[in-house]
């Protein structure tokens, strides 16, 4: 039932930074967050994720390279990317999982999540 929106993706060079938000409607219950990504050819991947209690995970490739942060009363999930890498062109999603689903011991698992945004594409160049 809720509705997420991801924007803020585009072009940037290595080295550069991009801030991505994700939008939420209809958000009425609690809900553990996180960001995956998916390169061509590639399986998607859980690279961030924020549990209710503010607890943060991170794969080990970006750890103190991304952070992911909410704004309550906006109700929108950031992504804070920065010196960003060829490696991270992908396309980037916001998910979200009912904390009463028992799943969110699975942060940086792609398949806990069950709601999804529409993505929004990365790309950075050499």
């Known amino acids: 039932q809720v509705q997420l929106v991801e924007s803020g993706g585009g072009s940037v060079q290595a080295v550069g930074s991009l801030r991505l938000p994700c939008a939420a409607a209809k958000y009425t219950i609690a809900y553990c967050m996180a960001w995956s990504r998916q390169a061509p050819g590639k399986e998607r991947e859980g690279v961030a994720g924020?549990?209710?209690?503010?607890?943060?995970r991170y794969t080990y490739s970006v750890k103190g390279q991304f952070t992911i942060s909410k704004d309550n009363v906006k109700k929108t999930l950031y992504l804070q990317m920065n010196s960003l890498k060829p490696e991270d062109t992908a396309m980037y999603f916001c998910?979200?999982?009912?904390?009463?689903?028992?799943?969110?011991?699975?942060?940086?698992?792609?398949?806990?999540?069950?709601?999804w945004g529409q993505g929004t594409q990365v790309t950075v160049s050499s």
């Open positions: 998910a979200a999982v009912p904390y009463n689903s028992g799943r969110c011991n699975a942060l940086l698992e792609a398949t806990a999540f069950t709601y």
């Open positions: 924020l549990h209710t209690d503010g607890t943060t």
